[in-house]
């Protein structure tokens, strides 16, 4: 059972940045894609950005050339480095990682950007 924490949510100012990180309890090959989901209140969960091997990067529309996302397949961990922060992008950000066909959530992190 793969379990996987996240770390570095908070309340910024619009402009701002934050650095999310995700570390699993377990190896992640880097063929099996890691990533992340935000959700808002009575909203779905959805697709922020999403990294495996020999891909390129899925991101979400409303965060391409804002939002950047990394592994560090050493320490199966995955980070997502936000820019630019907007109103919209406040959430619960959740860690995700998928192997061998069975999908793993972390407890999520809350992003609060507001003035």
């Known amino acids: 059972q793969v379990q996987l924490v996240e770390s570095g949510g908070g309340l910024v100012q619009p402009g701002a940045s934050l650095r999310l990180s995700c570390a699993a309890s377990e190896t992640i090959l880097s063929s099996n894609p890691m990533g992340w989901y935000y959700q808002t209140p009575g909203a779905r969960r959805e697709l922020v950005a999403t990294?495996?091997?020999?891909?390129?990067?899925t991101l979400r529309d409303s965060v391409r050339g804002r939002f950047t996302i990394s592994r560090d397949n050493a320490k199966n961990a995955v980070y997502l480095e936000m820019n630019s922060l907007k109103s919209e992008d406040t959430g619960v950000y959740y860690c995700?990682?998928?192997?061998?066909?069975?999908?793993?959530w972390g407890k999520g992190t809350l992003v609060t950007v507001s003035s």
């Open positions: 990294l495996r091997s020999g891909r390129d990067p």
């Open positions: 995700y990682a998928k192997v061998s066909g069975k999908e793993y």
